[in-house]
């Protein structure tokens, strides 16, 4: 995400690399870079200007130290500046009510309904509540449908009413129907429209007068840029709602939405969408943000990640087959599932700082490892618990099984190899090989592409 954005700061920071100190001169060419940058990022040229005026401020009142450059102390500066451009902390959802009900606002094709179900999932494995979503669309008759396949998918009930129409009457019966059956969470999915329009806004004004949420969320596509920053404050005029959540986030280059928002409405982007997976939602950290916008990665969410699918004790069984060196190709695809578990590859790939750039240019998909698994599928059981026996011949028969090359076969098994070692380093206590471990994800990953 926020590829074009990172590229030409990284750009705009080369200014100041072997200047021996900042002066107003070179700090005003690199922030004239900079403010270019996030204007091609779709950022709106007042809050762009306001940006820098502010790091000019601060950089030209900052004494540089022997130890750091002036280019390393712009970076400083402007990540700073740009963690607090976004709301500086993490914005908490309000869950305190008995039940606590929790309204979805947005335009159609937001990926309001898909929020939705991800955030009941969200709740429901994360925070430990019992989830009741409500079909409150009942304009778009494959949005209550929608919401039904999605519920059924993550185990969370949804509440409908085939005969009424009323979106109001809906919502009421919903909240009775959760208090009766002690649900601590209400989830409702409200009706979208193409475009802002005065029927939509009474409707949704009416169902939080009669429901008060402890919550409002506004649902904005982040790939419309200042569009959706401007129908984020339509809204907000009206619903004053209590957070944004900015979807399809992965595959936003630019991200002037996520820059700008929270200044133009005061309130706190909560959630961010990552894709269309029901885990495909993480909290929205500014300064983590910031860190991913300047190429600086995002190790504390990766470890946020890995820590979700930790086992401990199927932790402890590999920690004692890696000293025993019995680490074979069943703990291997054991190992690939908890990878996917955490997400798409190419994010979490790009939260090791300085990978970002490197896979720019690299197409990684959610299917990345679907050939290592069919390969390793195509292995006897025998074969996958001694990987040592795998010659020329069975070599050959595993290639023509799994349908690749014998090339293919022969590059895995090497891999394996190397991962073995590595994760044998790892477990024996090398933090730094951990990142090194990434990295190897990358080769594998990418080594299958055409």
Known sequence: MFENLSEKLERAFKTLKGQGHITEINVAETLKDVRKALLDADVSYKVAKSFTDTVKEKALGQQVLTAVSPGQLMVKIVHDELAALMGAEQAEINLKGAPAVILIAGLQGSGKTTFSAKLANYLKTKKNRKVLLVAGDVYRPAAIEQLKVLGEQIGVKVFTIDEDKNPVNIARKAIAHAKEFDINTV?????????????????????????????????????????????????????????????????????????????????????????EKMDAIDVFYPSRMADRILGMGDIVSLVERAQEQFDEVEARKLQQKLAKDQFNFNDFVSQIKQIKKMGNVKDLLGMIPGMGKALKDVDIDDDAFKGIEAIIGSMTPFERENPSVLNGSRRKRIAMGSGVEIAEVNRLIKQFEDTRKMMKLVSGGGGKNALNAMRNMKKMSSGRKR
Request: aromatic fraction near 4%.
């Open 187 to 275: 989830i409702i999915d409200t009706a979208g429209r193409l475009a802002i329009d005065e029927q939509m806004m009474n409707e949704i004004a009416a169902v939080k007068q009669a429901v008060n949420p402890h919550e409002t969320l506004f649902v904005v596509d982040s790939m419309t840029g200042q569009d959706a920053v401007n129908t984020a404050k339509a809204f907000n005029d009206r619903l004053d709602y209590d957070g944004v959540v900015l979807t399809k986030l992965d595959g936003d280059t630019r991200g002037g939405a996520a820059l700008t928002i929270r200044s133009v409405v005061d309130k706190p982007v909560k959630f961010v969408g990552l894709g």
